[in-house]
């Protein structure tokens, strides 16, 4: 399988062989994705698919008190809206960005004819929709079973994962809402895994400073969750 581009960042693009991107490419263009901005919204019509390359959309549910909670994470890994490419471009899940970056944008319409086509785009679209659903019922167990520093050490290595680096733009707000827990006690895991020297946490921003010893705080569901993307799209989350 060859690589699609240098430029094609995201991996389920770079995946492609150079022929199949190229006919996708009229149909791609290059976006910038600002941090909060709204990429589709519960009940409303998926308009664009995006490939994002080095931002992080989550998707999220809202409760009826306007609680909210992460259920999904899309970086250069995979891409968001694929509802749209099943037939169905209703959206189910809120996505917002929620580490500002570049994007691919394909319209949905256009994603749907590709996927019906059946070639390998299709292929690695469901194969990526398998190791989402294994991303979904994993993190579920977790957030229900797993102390909470544990959590917060696999969440912080996913979401570098994604956008593949050890800096990630992020406040103790925001880390509350996507493990949906209090602010207070995201804050009380975060200073945890300051003091024993795994990240580094300043105003908006968190450093990994020690993968190793992060994914030995971690519980086992990002071992489980990033094996099961390698083995389905041959990358590492």
């Not at 791609?28 to 698919?49: A, C, N, R, T, W």
């Not at 749209?84 to 809120?94: E, F, H, P, S, Y």
């Not at 996927?115 to 299709?122: A, C, D, I, T």
């Amino acid at each position: 399988m060859s690589n699609a581009s240098p430029q094609a960042v995201n991996r389920l693009l770079a995946a492609l062989p150079v022929a199949e991107y190229q006919r996708l490419l009229p149909n791609l263009d290059q976006v910038s994705l600002p941090f909060k901005q709204v990429l589709q919204e519960v009940g409303e019509p998926i308009e664009y698919v995006y490939f994002p390359q080095n931002a992080i959309v989550s998707a999220l549910t809202t409760m009826a008190d306007g609680s909210m909670v992460e259920v999904g994470l899309v970086g250069k890994d995979g891409v968001t809206g694929i509802p749209a490419a099943l037939g169905d471009n209703i959206a189910g899940t809120n996505a917002i960005v929620q580490a500002a970056g570049s994007s691919m944008r394909m319209k949905a319409s256009v994603l749907k004819t590709e996927f019906e086509r059946g070639g390998l785009l299709q292929r690695l679209l469901l194969r990526y929709l398998q190791a989402q659903h294994v991303f979904v019922t994993q993190n579920a167990a977790c957030n229900r079973l797993h102390h909470l520093e544990a959590r917060l050490a696999r969440w912080l290595l996913l979401a570098c994962d994604r956008i593949g680096s050890n800096e990630l733009p992020m406040t103790h707000e925001f880390m509350s809402q996507m493990l949906g827990v209090r602010r207070a006690g995201v804050s009380e895991a975060a200073n945890a895994l300051q003091q024993s020297g795994l990240i580094r946490y300043t105003r908006g921003k968190v450093t990994i400073l020690s993968r190793e010893e992060l994914e030995a705080a971690s519980c086992e569901c990002y071992e489980i969750i990033n094996g099961e993307y390698a083995r389905l799209l041959g990358t590492d989350g």
